[in-house]
């Protein structure tokens, strides 16, 4: 602990009798994140009115104007062009017009088969069709413009495939019946392509698609059976022929990520930037099941808004930080960290000038192993000495001193196979050099579910973990020298 304290003081090099006055300034200004506060603005961000905050949607929208005006009222500044919010488009393909044609009629995306991409946006074609079974002997095989139809298994067998040549290729399903009960839930998912910048597709060479060997069937009228029986020896069934269609129907998707700014004092060209995503999964079609995220990341963005009505309020009365804080809230988290890579690529502030990221994904409940232990005071903290040796030390003094949680570091094994590094905003931050932290409290039953609601928010363990983010905060705003990049980092930047 003393050696701990050395290097602290050594680090942020204030004279003791500064330390105190910040020490003192620190617990006022953060004991102003309650419980109570934390539920009032929880139970508007994740209620039924805000549609479960999908990107682009006008429950986003509500999501946005609620933090614009919260930002308005505590006194922050708009730091884009003096707006909120940081606009930008999004492209999406509809896949509502694709169907394969068999001689019994039309088979639908998303009602009778699953399409996955195609890098020309409208074909159609009437294709020789080829059956390779489990594709284990693809030798002297000519592929090249035909529809090749394989058994699923070996997920690198369609790119095998496509590398071939293949124009369409279709992986029959391993059970027909487990695939006709997964199509109606996720109709919409196998319909809408994956959010992204630019306004043309980039898929695979091949038009990809799942069917049901009861489709394949009727391609090479056959039986299921006759598929099945000749997987290893597919040249016994005869090559017939099969039409595709696809068509693709483009949306722009209009969203925006939220953003208030503190200026700091000597060190204001600095930036440390505290995160959350506001966005979450929506509803279904028809709106009568709504995702409303109150954990994920409805908890993280009450967070981020606590703590700056916190700073916001020690400024007015003085305290304002050496550097200056960007309070953040992204969009297109849920759709593949998009908000947080659009900043990181079109910063309001240089990439360069910013020296921290502390994200907060998912801090309102206690995990089912916690539970179970009885230890609720924990949190998880991922990513704190990646980059940079002093960072962690920072974080762990700011918890000794003040909220005396218990810090869990597993996820940071290069090894862990939940890959949480990878999976929040933090990430398009880490990517850019920047030493991060990111805030979690684990996965649970509810994750990504209707019943991720707010009446199972643990609001006191919620609030003093938004606490030890606040603390952490103001040394790193307040330090002299900003935490040094002086560590290669472990982690596979190339995968996701």
Do not use: C
């Not at 005006?69 to 062009?81: C, M, N, R, S, T």
Request: hydrophobic share 35%; no cysteine.
């Amino acid at each position: 602990m003393r050696r701990l304290l050395s290097f602290v003081g050594a680090a942020i090099m204030l004279p003791m009798g500064v330390v105190a006055q910040q020490q003192d300034a620190s617990v006022k200004y953060a004991n102003t994140i309650t419980p109570q506060d934390m539920r009032s603005k929880l139970s508007i961000l994740a209620s039924d009115d805000f549609g479960g905050r999908e990107t682009g949607t006008e429950g986003q929208k509500k999501a946005s104007k609620f933090l614009e005006d919260f930002y308005k009222e505590i006194g922050l500044e708009g730091p884009v062009d003096g707006t909120y919010r940081q606009k930008f488009n999004m492209y999406q393909s509809d896949w509502s017009d694709v169907y394969i044609k068999t001689r019994k009629g039309k088979k639908l995306n998303g009602e009778e088969i699953i399409f996955l991409g195609y890098e020309n946006m409208s074909k159609e074609a009437k294709l020789d069709a080829v059956y390779v079974g489990k594709g284990t002997n693809l030798e002297g095989l000519d592929l090249e413009g035909k529809a090749v139809i394989a058994m699923a298994g070996d997920r690198s067998l369609m790119r095998t495939l496509s590398e071939a040549g293949a124009k369409a290729v279709m992986m029959m399903a391993a059970d027909d019946e487990q695939f006709k009960q997964t199509l109606p839930r996720q109709r919409r998912a196998f319909i809408m392509g994956r959010l992204r910048f630019e306004e043309e597709y980039s898929g695979d060479p091949s038009m990809i698609f799942y069917i049901t060997q009861e489709i394949a069937a009727e391609i090479f009228r056959t039986s299921t059976e006759e598929l099945t029986n000749n997987a290893e020896t597919p040249s016994n069934i005869k090559a017939r022929t099969v039409n595709v269609s696809v068509k693709e129907k483009l949306n722009t998707i209009s969203t925006e990520n939220m953003m208030a700014f503190l200026e700091g004092t000597d060190l204001k060209d600095e930036v440390l930037v505290i995160s959350s995503h506001y966005d979450h999964i929506g509803q279904n079609e028809d709106g009568s099941v709504i995702n409303n995220g109150a954990d994920d990341d409805g908890s993280g963005t009450t967070g981020v808004m606590e703590i700056a009505e916190a700073f916001a309020q020690a400024a007015k009365e003085g305290h304002r930080p050496r550097r200056s804080i960007l309070f953040l809230n992204v969009t297109g988290e849920e759709k593949g960290l998009l908000g947080s890579a659009y900043y990181s690529d079109n910063p309001i502030f240089p990439i360069e000038n910013t020296v921290n990221n502390l994200n907060i994904d998912m801090i309102g409940r206690v995990d089912p192993e916690h539970e179970e232990s009885g230890n609720r005071d924990y949190v998880y903290v991922i990513g704190s000495e990646k980059l940079s040796s002093h960072l962690k030390v920072i974080s762990e003094y700011a918890n000794i001193t003040y909220t005396k949680l218990d810090l869990d570091y597993r996820y940071d094994d290069p090894n862990d196979r939940n890959r949480f590094y990878y999976r929040s905003d933090h990430y398009n931050f880490a990517k850019k050099g920047i030493p991060i932290i990111f805030y979690f409290n684990g996965t649970h039953a509810d994750y990504h579910r209707p019943t991720d609601t707010v009446e199972k928010i643990t609001f006191d363990v919620m609030a003093k973990r938004a606490q030890l983010v606040f603390h952490t905060a103001w040394l790193l705003a307040n330090r002299n020298d900003r935490t040094p990049v002086d560590r290669e980092d472990d982690m596979d930047y190339g995968s996701r």
